[in-house]
């Protein structure tokens, strides 16, 4: 494999504690040269849906490189670590569904290895910590150029782990979706696609409130909910100047009933 200057590392480490620095350093023994990017630590813990979305949305913004996931509940467990290589990039970390989003954002899953050879993890690997002990240097030595066949056995790309398909469906007068994903802001991602955006009418309601169909936050008054199309192209909701999540009362899982002015 050709050599690569990056890892990024998605995690739902926190930074309150030295569990990111440790990742860094294992990668900085093995590969100096390499360059890592922190897409984020504050995945809320345990919440793979919110690390998967996370990191689909933000791989195809990334040089190509390396990527590391780990929101991880099942560490230490049967459940696998996997190499998958894309034509986009190779992405490391469980085999629980994390991953698989990422990888059909780089291309598609093109050849997976499970992470079972013992020469390429620490010395010692804990049942806690795999992120510093198995997936850290596993990147570190795939950024060197070392082939993923040595990694371990290859693994049928069929039998990877993938989450449920999030609910989206459309019905008399709208639809119904899942909120994916809230962000910093507070705004509301839906799992649903551009194409439901220009079927709506210029003031649908969401949830029962009254909204607007825009393009941009401003858009809408001071206040007042906007129904656009975000930098993921998927379909979300937002307030001007607050927080559409705490408007609305929804979190990611919960359904979204979006309709006409008079649904």
Request: hydrophobic share 50%; net charge negative.
């Amino acid at each position: 494999m050709t050599p690569t200057a990056w890892i990024s590392l998605t995690t739902d480490y926190g930074l309150a504690d030295g569990f990111v620095a440790a990742c860094h350093g294992v990668i900085a023994r093995l590969a100096p040269a390499v360059r890592v990017i922190d897409v984020t630590h504050l995945v809320p813990p345990a919440d793979v849906r919110r690390g998967a979305a996370v990191l689909a949305q933000t791989v195809p913004s990334l040089p190509y490189g390396v990527h590391v996931g780990v929101v991880d509940p099942g560490v230490g467990t049967a459940r696998r670590g996997v190499a998958l290589v894309t034509p986009g990039g190779m992405l490391v970390g469980p085999d629980n569904g994390l991953l698989l989003p990422a990888a059909t954002a780089l291309g598609g899953v093109t050849a997976s290895v499970e992470l079972a050879n013992p020469a390429w993890l620490a010395p010692q690997v804990s049942r806690t910590f795999h992120g510093r002990d198995v997936f850290a240097p596993v990147a570190a030595r795939l950024a060197l150029g070392a082939s993923p066949a040595e990694a371990g056995p290859a693994v049928d790309p069929a039998t990877l782990v993938r989450l449920p398909e999030p609910v989206v469906r459309t019905e008399p007068g709208g639809f119904v979706a899942e909120v994916l994903t809230v962000d910093h802001f507070g705004n509301v991602q839906l799992a649903a696609g551009a194409d439901l955006h220009d079927a709506l009418p210029a003031r649908p309601r969401v949830a029962g409130h009254p909204a607007l169909r825009g393009r941009t936050f401003g858009d809408a008054p001071d206040g007042a909910l906007v129904v656009l199309v975000d930098s993921a192209g998927l379909l979300a909701v937002a307030v001007n100047g607050g927080r559409a999540a705490d408007l609305l009362g929804v979190a990611p899982g919960d359904l979204v009933r979006v309709t006409g002015a008079d649904g």
